[in-house]
């Protein structure tokens, strides 16, 4: 077997030639069935009904990476000078010219691991499905894996970590699902072809072009460093025509060994993308074409990765990491997020920075909304261990899920996902989470289950009344009638009215559970309509913080013009690309005060000074766009004082000012009004 893969990979790379002058030459064979390794056959795949009840999985993002317990991409950091997992390895393992990361993965033991005491606790907490890490970018197969020589099985823990999850999970009746990030090992593991340029060890390699032939008398003996590293190339080179058939070998045999019913990919669209679409193509008619044989004719599968657009969304199934849509989508999605960090920190614990159960189940609530489902990770330790935080979130979790788990699984969204204010005009795409404001009683989101509707506050009303207003009499696009309204852990039914503003419900005294309460309403005509019927949701609106100033963030703006867009950059977000004169932006204000405020921005600009203008109720204040170092080097900049006589729901824009062929884009991260005297 070791004699026909290596034939394999040579036939792989001298057929390719000049890999990147053209499409490689690799082999990529699929199991028969309908689907062919093309968009357009793709798109006769259908989201399986298991999935679209299901709702919440648990996912353990593990690898020999938390062994340390200094959190992510250690493995890459390890190899970066001067960086705090590189000063933590140094000091704990030795240099990495001498203890690099494939010793890492030697000394990565489980001494505790019991992966069914952990299913149990994550079934307890309402996990539908679970899923396992196949690989991260550190390209270490937590599998037993023929065509990787560096794996669980092999080396360190001498443990196959997915069958046994994967046995776990099946035996509390869990989907299975596994993770696949080692696409982009290639470029990833890079850092580890460097050296320290200072200190002791100045010069000296690190691991990352260790050979075979180097292995000589050392623990690795017979083992070759590249399989795992993959750095016998120059930086910034493509991947060969060996990689990506080896890529593709070690996925389609995890597909064939384990038959999971989830495969996610870490990669925009498909992995090595840019090498061969037809890799990522091949391995979903693959994945679909083995369902129909090993399901008697039918696709239970899911393939999840990221950046898909909405023709590729019927092929696949979107995925969002740590962010979520701000609409019902057409079709079934996910998002991906941790109650911390992906791999386990000790720093995480000691901060107790996760995640509340709180948190957790309003994330829950809005995804499951928006036809979405949640993918949380539970950091893992490099024993096999979950801490006591992680487990009193769970154990939170489960709390809710008790009392309200009817509201979550086997529901369907509404004709509009809810009201209210937080993410509202988030957008939807990675790396939104916690963007929006915090919750009030005004949010509530909809789900439903034949014809009964339950409506989620996200917040308990002070003065105990919930006012629904999307069930106002006069609501446009709702026909519906109420009959009975309970709120699901409370015996009886309870006090409503339903007027023109809405269905006003009286709420006991005593709140069933800690967060997130669910008013089961019944009636007639409150199903789930097509995604294509839904209203409008109630708009976002910025609302006065503590001592009544206002702050409008990039994110929360609506954006007017063709180049204006809101992006990251560095840890904010902010309006960019904004080249264009007669662009703009606007953020509606609800509960204005009138008086005189100070105005504020924060602006970031490597160009020349820029002119700009905030106008409110009629009145305009203008300031100046500095030069600043970078694009992320924000800087505070005082507009000056305006006076503003109307109040209510007014609305805040900023535009350019000045001369307009002089304007030059700048980024800005908010605009901040302050009462002043």
């Not at 070791?2 to 036939?11: D, E, Y």
């Not at 992510?72 to 990495?96: C, I, L, T």
């Not at 294509?532 to 976002?540: K, L, S």
């Not at 910025?542 to 409008?552: D, P, T």
Request: hydrophobic share 35%; with cysteine.
């Amino acid at each position: 077997m070791q004699k026909l893969r290596l034939a394999l990979w040579l036939a792989a790379a001298v057929a390719c030639g000049a890999a990147h002058a053209g499409e490689l030459k690799l082999d990529l064979p699929v199991a028969e069935g309908p689907f062919k390794p093309d968009w357009e056959s793709l798109k006769q795949y259908q989201n399986p009904d298991w999935f679209r009840d299901a709702k919440f999985g648990i996912w353990a993002h593990w690898t020999a990476q938390c062994v340390p317990e200094q959190g992510d991409w250690y493995a890459r950091s390890m190899y970066m000078e001067g960086s705090g997992q590189n000063k933590f390895h140094v000091e704990h393992y030795g240099p990495p010219s001498k203890f690099g990361f494939k010793d890492i993965d030697r000394i990565w033991k489980l001494d505790k691991w019991d992966p069914q005491q952990l299913l149990d606790l994550y079934k307890r907490a309402g996990a539908q499905y679970f899923v396992a890490l196949a690989n991260h970018h550190d390209n270490f197969d937590c599998y037993a894996s023929t065509y990787q020589p560096w794996n669980s099985v092999a080396i360190g823990p001498k443990q196959d970590i997915v069958g046994k999850w994967a046995q776990a999970a099946r035996a509390n009746g869990l989907h299975f699902g596994v993770t696949v990030h080692a696409g982009r090992a290639w470029s990833w593991f890079e850092v580890a072809q460097g050296a320290d340029k200072a200190g002791p060890q100045a010069g000296v390699p690190y691991d990352g072009k260790l050979t075979k032939a180097d292995g000589k008398g050392q623990w690795w003996e017979g083992l070759d460093p590249q399989d795992l590293y993959a750095q016998n190339h120059k930086i910034g080179e493509k991947p060969d025509a060996a990689y990506c058939q080896k890529f593709y070998n070690r996925t389609k045999e995890l597909i064939d060994k384990y038959q999971p019913d989830l495969l996610y990919f870490d990669d925009s669209v498909l992995p090595l993308r840019g090498e061969d679409e037809k890799i990522g193509l091949s391995l979903a008619a693959h994945l679909y074409n083995s369902h129909l044989k090993w399901h008697n004719g039918r696709n239970d599968a899911v393939m999840n990765t990221k950046g898909l657009n909405e023709e590729q969304r019927k092929c696949l199934i979107w995925d969002i990491e740590r962010g979520v849509s701000d609409r019902v989508e057409p079709f079934v999605w996910q998002t991906d997020t941790c109650i911390g960090g992906w791999h386990y920190n000790i720093g995480t614990f000691e901060h107790h920075s996760y995640k509340t159960p709180a948190t957790v189940v309003q994330m829950l609530v809005d995804i499951v909304s928006k036809n979405g489902n949640l993918l949380l990770n539970v950091p893992v330790k490099g024993d096999g261990t979950i801490d006591s935080d992680e487990v009193a979130c769970l154990e939170g979790v489960a709390k809710w899920m008790a009392v309200n788990r009817e509201c979550i699984f086997g529901t369907r969204p509404w004709k509009v996902y809810g009201e209210g204010f937080r993410n509202a005009k988030a957008g939807a795409g990675n790396f939104n989470e916690g963007k929006g404001k915090g919750y009030s009683a005004e949010d509530i989101r909809f789900t439903t289950k034949g014809n009964t509707l339950y409506a989620v506050a996200l917040a308990w009303p002070e003065s105990g009344k919930l006012v629904i207003k999307t069930l106002g009499k006069k609501q446009t696009g709702v026909k519906g009638e109420v009959s009975g309204v309970q709120l699901l852990g409370c015996a009886g039914k309870l006090a409503w009215e339903r007027t023109d503003a809405g269905l006003s419900v009286t709420l006991p005294a005593q709140k069933p559970c800690e967060c997130a309460w669910a008013l089961k309403i019944e009636g007639l005509d409150l199903a789930a309509s097509q995604p294509a019927e839904c209203m409008t949701v109630i708009p976002f609106f910025v609302r006065a913080g503590k001592g009544g100033a206002l702050q409008c963030n990039a994110d929360d703006a609506d954006l007017h013009g063709k180049k204006i867009k809101q992006q990251g950059h560095g840890s904010k977000s902010a309006l960019s690309r904004w080249d264009d004169f007669t662009d703009y932006a606007t953020w509606p204000v609800a509960d204005f005060k009138p008086g005189k405020y100070e105005v504020s921005a924060s602006v970031a600009s490597q160009r020349t000074a820029n002119e700009f203008a905030v106008e409110i109720g009629g009145q305009k204040v203008t300031g100046t766009a500095p030069k600043t170092e970078t694009w992320e080097a924000f800087t505070n900049v005082k507009l000056g004082k305006i006076e503003v006589g109307a109040g209510g729901q007014v609305t805040i824009t900023v535009r350019p000012a000045g001369d307009a062929k002089q304007w030059k884009a700048i980024n800005l991260h908010a605009i901040t009004l302050k009462p002043a005297k």
